[in-house]
């Protein structure tokens, strides 16, 4: 005998109304995703995880609920930007025989993203979870990144791979949730190889900067993955929420990972 599952028009309607009340409770203006981004199958929410080979040591970063906190926090800092769930990061600062002998993780996308170009990069950033203790391993600015690995399509290079990264600034929020952190306003960004020397690691440029500098008059630099990560530097134990990249916003849940429509 087999069993049909079958959803009721009340369940349906359940359903609806709910959607609606976890939508009103999102940061800004926001709509759901069919099918992960308009309809699309092909952008899939379990196309995001970890990546293996971006990885070092034995990291955390894992879909949870919450944080809801500090325990001395209220308001909208004491629960997740979207939704109740957020991406869980933990790195150690000293556990590998490596140099540096920190700890490394990357969870993102290597699919969907893939050929979309570099130069359309227009809305990037994050809400996170940052704690008092995060600050003491590290500073101020001891924050998760965001990356792009990248093709930088160079006339003067025959390198066809390179990771574009976003450094924050300091987190506005200690021990409770940040707004929206706008990574196309603050930080900076640089490019790892030596691709564009001016933007290298220890400079500090834009993301319009970087994108001028890419614009050499030949192929285009494309995006090959994106991702949230951390390391190799500070141990760092926190979340983070709502990655924006353009109109889409990510929304971290315990089951998977939800794209939303920025309004």
Known sequence: MSTRSRVTRGKALAVAVL?????????????AVADGNDGDPARRPDHWGVIARNTIGSPVADLRNGPFGSFDVTGPAARPPYGRGSLGIAVA???TSLTPPSEKVDFGN??????DPVQGLREVGFH??????????????????????????????????????WVPDASPVVNGWSGYIDATSTG???LTGNEVPACAPAARCSLAQLQELLDDGGPRATVLTAAVGKGRDHMWIGAVDGLRIN???????????RTLRAG
């Open 188 to 190: 900076y960004w640089y």
């Open 110 to 115: 290597e699919v969907d993203f893939f050929g």
């Open 19 to 31: 959607a609606a009340v976890v939508a009103s409770t999102f940061s800004g203006s926001v709509s």
């Open 93 to 95: 600062d000293d556990s």
């Open 247 to 257: 109109q889409d916003v990510y929304d971290f849940e315990l089951h998977g990972v």
């Open 128 to 165: 996170v979870f940052q704690t008092g203790e995060n600050v003491s391993y590290g500073g101020d600015e001891n924050m998760p990144n965001i990356r792009f690995e990248i093709d930088p399509n160079l006339n003067a290079s025959n390198d066809h791979y390179s990771t574009l990264v």
